[in-house]
């Protein structure tokens, strides 16, 4: 069964840093771009980043750009990232979601994506 799990979320102070995970299962996680996305209710959702499979490309929304990195593990199922130099306005639910089809390249629409985890929640404090 296709699978999509986030896990990491939690609370943080204004500058701080806090890494989330997507573990996934179910398919050849080294064959999709991986996108993380994020919404605050009432929000439209958000992409703020997507790494392709081989981690050879990385792609970035210009709000998190310099502040936001990515990694995973493709043997160990696992797809991280990492966050620092955290603000209130980076308060969300975060998503991680899979790339609509093999081999494609990282974009930041929500569109482009076709499993998602169920979200967990990042809340930075001023």
């Known amino acids: 069964q296709l699978r999509l799990v986030e896990s990491g979320g939690g609370v943080v102070q204004a500058g701080g840093s806090l890494s989330i995970s997507c573990t996934t299962s179910g398919f050849t996680l080294g064959d999709y771009a991986i996108g993380w996305f994020r919404q605050v209710p009432g929000q439209r959702r958000e992409g703020v980043a997507c790494i392709v499979g081989s981690s050879s490309s990385t792609l970035y929304a210009d709000s998190v750009k310099g502040r936001f990195t990515q990694s995973r593990d493709n043997a160990k199922n696992t797809v991280s990232l990492y966050m620092n130099n955290l603000k209130p306005e980076d308060t969300a639910t975060y998503y991680c979601?899979?790339?609509?089809?093999?081999?494609?390249?990282?974009?930041?629409?929500?569109?482009?994506?076709?499993?998602w985890g169920p979200g967990t929640q990042v809340t930075v404090s001023s």
């Open positions: 979601a899979r790339r609509s089809g093999q081999f494609r390249l990282c974009t930041l629409d929500n569109w482009d994506f076709d499993n």
